[in-house]
């Protein structure tokens, strides 16, 4: 059973590829090419262009903050100013931000394309058990409330902001709030 539990304290802070913030890496996992996928929480200070990651595909979702817009993304800014409502684009699209009333966190999920399949969901888990379906790799991140999770008779007791990364497993995650209800980040990859 290959299943590690991520705080906080595991993750590594980096300034971004552009130099125009941080990031915290929560995992990756790489291959002879570089990454072949990422997870990572960005704090956005201030206005500024995204960092191009050609072949990469990206799903954003905003954790804190009063939101920001993406300029570059079509004919009319993507405004995301609500929390927990991803949004996918390409790694090389020219991106603009501009934030709205101050800074935020986002979450990040990059996969290079062509190597690796990725989904985000955003689950509010209550106290009644709901199964999920394994894939090559798992994730499950908690953004508020806490969390147990099973695992082949084996359980796991996560916070918000700890993350679940269970590799090469099969079957199915069983998941139920400790608590009256959690939200978190389901994240699959193939």
Do not use: Y
Not at 54 to 80: K, Q, S, T, W, Y
Not at 85 to 100: D, H, K, M, N, S
């Amino acid at each position: 059973m290959t299943v590690r539990i991520l705080f906080p304290h595991h993750w590594q802070t980096q300034p971004w590829k552009n130099g125009g913030g941080i990031t915290h890496e929560i995992v990756r996992a790489d291959d002879v090419q570089g990454a072949r996928w990422r997870l990572s929480i960005a704090e956005v200070a201030a206005d500024g262009p995204f960092s191009r990651f050609d072949g990469i595909d990206r799903v954003i979702l905003m954790l804190d903050g009063n939101g920001f817009h993406l300029h570059g993304v079509g004919a009319n800014p993507e405004r995301i100013e609500q929390c927990l409502q991803p949004f996918a684009f390409a790694g090389e699209a020219a991106i603009q931000c501009t934030l709205v009333k101050g800074p935020v966190r986002d979450f990040n999920l990059m996969s290079r394309r062509g190597a690796v399949s990725a989904t985000l969901d955003v689950l509010t888990v209550s106290n009644e058990r709901q199964r999920v379906q394994l894939q090559a790799d798992t994730l499950v991140h908690v953004v508020s409330g806490a969390l147990f999770a099973e695992l082949n008779e084996h359980g796991f007791c996560l916070d918000a902001s700890q993350t679940l990364h269970a590799e090469n497993e099969a079957g199915f995650l069983q998941l139920s709030a400790r608590g009256e209800q959690a939200q978190i980040l389901l994240i699959r990859l193939c």
